[in-house]
């Protein structure tokens, strides 16, 4: 449990997960089913999930994978109400000391090729294009750009 300088980044907890849906179905056009989540902070050994709490209140959480000494973001998202405050930012920054802390030299991630503003914000904490996955996202076929952050 960390307090950053607007709220609290800590790890998901199952009580967690009707926030984490309503910051999850705000964000994305094809939402996981609150089950993934619950079967990731319970049964996964490599997954790894936050939360971002602002008085209380849920805005964010970050899913990730580790494996030895790679990460890759499984999912990043901080709810509309609270964008354009640099949240997704203390967020992903706070992701990667938390990969680093760990071992972790190489944290990658997928992002839809529409998405100039998330892509942009990677950019600015050092995240480079690695290639593209085509066809990657199940509702519309769009291709996804890989992209990774040497974390060392």
């Not at 609290?8 to 989540?37: G, K, N, Y």
């Not at 998405?115 to 519309?140: C, P, T, W």
Request: proline share 1%.
């Amino acid at each position: 449990m960390i307090d950053q300088e607007k709220g609290m980044i800590r790890f998901m907890t199952v009580e967690d997960l009707p926030a984490v849906m309503a910051v999850e179905q705000d964000a994305f056009s094809t939402p996981w089913d609150s089950a993934i989540f619950k079967s990731e902070i319970t049964s996964n050994q490599f997954a790894h999930y936050l939360v971002y709490e602002i008085d209380d209140v849920i805005i964010g959480y970050c899913g990730l994978w580790v494996v030895m000494d790679e990460a890759q973001i499984t999912n990043i998202a901080i709810h509309s109400n609270y964008r354009g405050q640099k949240l997704g930012e203390q967020l992903l920054r706070y992701v990667i000391a938390f990969v680093k802390q760990m071992g972790v030299t190489k944290l990658s991630l997928e992002v839809r090729v529409s998405n100039s503003v998330a892509q942009n914000l990677y950019r600015k904490v050092g995240f480079q294009e690695g290639g593209i996955r085509k066809n990657y996202y199940a509702d519309n076929l769009e291709d996804a750009l890989v992209m990774w952050v040497n974390v060392e």
